[in-house]
């Protein structure tokens, strides 16, 4: 059986539980409350790593993927980059020549960036238009009714764009397109001496309603998601204060869900700035009439029909750098919208 070692009896020189050792000075409370202060900051500096540790290897992974290429192409901007420099691997820096002749050339300003600008800008007002009208008629539809045109716009976005865009190539088709073909039964037209795809105009009209037909069942769904959030009571204290249905629209509606309308507004900027294949896919639309080029066409062209790649990757950091801008603006205003609204909350 074991035996406990009696303990040493204290003596006056010995601390007491708690007390500091003999020869130190207890902390004041100064150094006990920088101490405090120290771990503190510690503390928020782990809380603040956290989240950039966990995202570090997402945030690599998109370093290797996108800021890399991007950091090429912009590298590649500054160089007379072309078949010769392909083959010999060497680099000729010209500098800034590729931005100076682009921003130099009256084709930018009076063809190429009018092109871009104005036909993104119809595309998204009446992406958005279509869209919020199509959700709205989904809001009053039964059940069933509202779940067949869901499933029915859908089909037009589920619709690959190259598909899509042959479709209303077909439609417009001057020799055996069934609107030609229409029209000219009716004597509204000559069907052999109209060509829809030759006139700047006409062809971005054709490609507007292709972007606009792709487009606007996700404006639907999206706006359609956020009317749902709205309360039924501010709707019925509408009615009863006798508002009409253009007026709950315009101070019920579109304040309550302004926020959702910023989004889809930014996105279909990104995405309508940005077409390509409706425009390439088209007659003309491939370089072959320079008057129909917006700038993601024309930098294809530059690049890989001139083989002038370094003016190619030029124009597209131009254009970049303009939906950068037109982005941050948009992205600005729907967080000074959320910042607003806490305000208000509080």
Known sequence: MATETPEAPRTAEDPQPGE???????????????????????????????????????????GALLLWPLGRVVWMSFQDYGLREIVSGRTNFTGTDNYAEILGSSYLWTTVLPNTVLFAAACVVLTV????????????????????TAGTIMMAWAMPAVTGTYVWIWLFDPLNGAVVQSLGGLGLLD????????????????????VVHHGFPFVAVTVYAGLLTIPRELTEAGIVDGAGAWQRFWTITVPSIK?????????????DFKVFVQLYLMPGGNGANPQVLNLGVWSYVESFAQRQYGMGAAIAV?????????????????????????????
């Open 129 to 148: 238009v279509l869209g919020t009208l199509v959700a709205l008629l989904l809001q009053r539809l039964g059940p069933f009714w509202r779940n067949l």
């Open 191 to 210: 069907p052999t001496a109209t060509n829809w795809f030759t006139g700047r105009f006409s062809f971005y009209a054709i490609a507007t309603l292709n």
């Open 20 to 62: 500091p050792a003999p020869g130190r000075r207890p902390p004041g409370p100064r150094a006990t409350a920088a101490a405090r202060a120290r771990s503190a900051r510690a503390a928020r500096r782990r809380r603040r790593a956290r989240p950039w540790l966990l995202l570090a290897p997402a945030l690599l992974t998109v």
């Open 259 to 271: 926020p959702v309308f910023l989004v889809v507004v930014i996105l279909s900027t990104i995405w």
């Open 318 to 346: 131009l254009l970049t750098l303009l939906l950068l801008g037109i982005t941050v603006g948009y992205v600005r205003a729907l967080f000074s919208e959320s910042s607003g609204e806490k305000g208000d909350r509080l």
